[in-house]
């Protein structure tokens, strides 16, 4: 494993720096990123062999930046996270993810799946590296006339005009869409999004539906695709073409 280049990511310095100390122990060369754009750059420039990366960044989140990642490459990826319920997702959402470690953690297990990941990564050939790449980040489209929502891409275009929404917007229209034409509570959207371990206000859902309206309706006062029914909740209605 020597000479082996690991990036490893996460806001809190001080657990990168820990998690660094321990592999560089290991003979591990370590680079250390403390938000989502840098990791981003800091990987296409750095071109590690593995990355260990914490879904709870600043800017881009950990989801988002791993969606990229997989996007145009194969590198085995470690999520951290202080919530099983967020690494759930991750695995729901088919992001891409090869291991998980949920905080707190020893970093001696976070050097194990290191070198368990390493391993495994290169027993394969290029073109399994790739084949893996592309089996990871297969696109599913729901297309709803003027609108596409790539699923595993996270991106949204109306009218072919890409939308930009935040992680917590599009996993709202994401939730909302999958399920056309059903009336969802806003405690069913929350539990889905947020988590059912989570304690918050249920007017956040209200608070992202707005936002979403503002960005993909015509006119967000009177909504085409995102309705209200008094009462009960939310519904995306549309025929899937």
């Not at 791993?66 to 470690?78: Q, T």
């Not at 291991?99 to 290191?114: G, L």
Request: aromatic share 8%; net charge negative; hydrophobic share 40%.
């Amino acid at each position: 494993m020597r000479n082996k280049k690991v990036l490893v990511v996460d806001d809190e310095l001080e657990i990168a720096e820990l998690i660094k100390d321990y592999l560089e122990e290991e003979q591990y060369d370590v680079e250390i990123s403390t938000d989502g754009a840098e990791c981003l750059l800091t990987f296409r420039e750095y071109q590690p062999h593995l990355i260990v990366l914490d879904i709870m960044l600043p800017g881009l989140d950990g989801m988002e930046v791993c969606r990229k990642i997989r996007s145009e490459s194969a590198v085995p990826i470690i999520m951290l996270s202080a919530k099983k319920s967020e690494i759930d997702k991750v695995l729901g959402l088919g992001l891409g993810a090869d291991d998980y470690v949920v905080k707190p953690f020893s970093p001696r297990e976070v050097v194990a799946r290191v070198k368990a990941q390493l391993r495994r990564y290169d027993q394969f050939s290029a073109s399994e590296k790739k084949e893996i790449t592309s089996s990871k980040y297969k696109e599913e489209i729901l297309t709803f006339k003027n609108i596409e929502i790539n699923i595993n891409a996270y991106t949204v275009k109306v009218n072919a005009k890409h939308i930009e929404l935040t992680t917590k917007e599009f996993e709202v229209l994401r939730f909302l869409a999958v399920k056309a034409n059903r009336v969802l509570t806003r405690q069913q959207i929350y539990d889905h999004v947020w988590g059912i371990n989570e304690y918050g206000d249920l007017n956040t859902v209200t608070i992202h539906i707005k936002k979403i309206r503002q960005k993909i309706e015509e006119d967000a006062a009177a909504p085409k695709w995102i309705q209200t029914v008094w009462g009960v909740g939310y519904k995306f209605v549309g025929a899937e073409q």
